[in-house]
């Protein structure tokens, strides 16, 4: 056997385990001595002991119970201000965007205005040039309908060698 000293242990203990073992004595004095002890104690004890430990107990439950609302009440302000905030943030965007095309649209304007003034002057300055051009031209003209007949007596002269008149 392995266990040789559980062994003997156990050969011990059965006739205790089987009938023969311990006795209880129960008598009515010693039943009365221990209630009277037991009210003594709950009668001492529960003023000073009970009471303060369950005040305690129920002062604990109550700022729980109050630290528990009001971080509900704070979740419920602060979401309600992230509405808000989020509300407002969007109104901005909106005016933002706003403001933004009119200040695109003026500034289309003014493109437009300035690049309509800067062709008129630039077709005043072409109109002007081909003016100048034309005068130029019909100047030049004249001139060389004058001296056409001299400039072809001296074209002939060269050609043929002589004079002509």
């Not at 901005?92 to 300035?114: C, G, L």
């Not at 074209?155 to 002589?162: E, W």
């Amino acid at each position: 056997m392995p266990f040789p000293m559980l062994e003997n242990t156990f050969l011990r203990a059965a006739p205790m385990l089987s009938g023969g073992g311990i006795e209880v004595d129960i008598s009515p004095t010693l039943m009365a001595l221990q209630f009277g002890v037991l009210s003594v104690l709950v009668v001492v004890l529960k003023p000073l002991l009970f009471d303060p430990l369950l005040a305690v107990l129920e002062e604990r439950e109550k700022r729980v119970e109050g630290a528990r609302a009001e971080a509900r009440k704070m979740d419920d302000e602060a979401a309600e201000l992230l509405l808000k905030y989020d509300g407002e943030i969007q109104k901005v965007h909106r005016v933002a965007a706003e403001e933004r095309d009119k200040v695109r649209a003026a500034a289309q304007k003014v493109e437009a205005a300035e690049m309509s003034e800067a062709r008129a002057e630039a077709q005043a300055i072409v109109d002007k040039g081909r003016a100048h051009l034309s005068a130029e031209r019909q100047r030049l003209m004249g001139e060389l309908a004058t001296s056409e007949v001299e400039l072809s007596r001296q074209i002939a002269g060269r050609v043929l060698g002589r004079e002509v008149s």
